[in-house]
């Protein structure tokens, strides 16, 4: 088996939306591992989950809908449930997502 390794400093990040960035770990059609962050203020758009999610908040807080959250966190999101983070300070997670998310705005 072979293992690979990704400097994250290399990693390059590209806008998703106002104020939110997403650097890819190891992604391929929408589903995989990612880094995204959040500046103070922004939020990402409406979405829901159809195979879940899980996120590990790495630094700042925010709100998942009205789940507060903060780095050190674990959240899984159940199929099918929908969601917006809005960031009160500037944020990253990881995300780990097993199929394609749906915009719902």
């Not at 400097?7 to 929408?30: F, K, N, S, Y």
């Not at 590990?56 to 809908?65: A, D, F, I, P, Q």
């Amino acid at each position: 088996m072979a293992m690979h390794r990704l400097d994250t400093a290399d990693t390059p990040w590209r806008p998703v939306c106002e104020g939110v960035t997403l650097a890819p770990l190891r992604m391929q059609d929408g589903k995989g591992t990612f880094l995204m962050k959040f500046k103070a203020g922004s939020r990402c758009p409406h979405h829901s989950h159809p195979g879940g999610e899980e996120i590990y908040v790495v630094e700042g807080r925010g709100r998942l809908n009205d789940l507060p959250v903060a780095a050190g966190d674990f959240i899984y999101t159940t199929p099918g449930d929908s969601h917006v983070l809005y960031a009160d300070t500037d944020v990253t997670i990881h995300v780990v997502l097993p199929e394609p998310v749906v915009v719902l705005e």
